[in-house]
């Protein structure tokens, strides 16, 4: 594994775990919008504190991290699986046993516009 190579993704199973939430508050001002609706005030964030059996973190190569509830969440985002490597430079995937891209590829993807077609392209999509 190089220098700049790196997991990307963990996932480790966590126990009983305090989860804190963030959870908005909104009181109803008894008034209506044009369409019938209520219109509500936000008040502010309350925190709420409640016990999960058993839960997933998820830790990223930059540092982040999220927390899953269950399997079925864990799975539905694909994190069920083995992660792979990841080249922290590019933010491509490692694929091992690869040929190394060639300098002139390299060169090409580092100096392409982030708009397809460049300036012709960009006027095209223009008229």
């Known amino acids: 594994m190089a220098a700049n190579e790196r997991r990307s993704y963990e996932v480790e199973r966590v126990d009983k775990h305090t989860l804190v939430e963030q959870v908005a508050q909104f009181e109803d001002t008894g008034e209506k919008d044009?369409?019938?609706?209520?219109?509500?005030?936000?008040?502010?964030?309350?925190?709420e504190?409640?016990?999960?059996e058993d839960g997933y973190?998820?830790?990223?190569?930059?540092g982040h991290s999220i927390y899953?509830?269950?399997a079925d969440l864990l799975k539905q985002f694909h994190f069920d699986e083995e992660g792979g490597l990841v080249d922290?430079?590019?933010g491509m995937p490692v694929v091992p046993n690869a040929q190394p891209p060639s300098l002139?590829?390299?060169?090409?993807?580092?100096?392409q516009?982030?708009?397809?077609?460049?300036?012709?392209?960009?006027?095209?999509?223009?008229?």
């Open 104 to 111: 002139k590829d390299v060169v090409a993807r580092a100096t």
């Open 113 to 127: 516009p982030s708009r397809g077609g460049g300036v012709e392209g960009t006027i095209a999509e223009l008229e």
């Open 68 to 70: 899953i509830e269950n």
């Open 49 to 52: 504190k409640r016990e999960v």
């Open 88 to 90: 922290m430079d590019t």
């Open 34 to 47: 044009k369409r019938g609706r209520p219109i509500n005030r936000f008040i502010g964030f309350k925190t």
């Open 57 to 62: 973190m998820v830790y990223f190569p930059r």
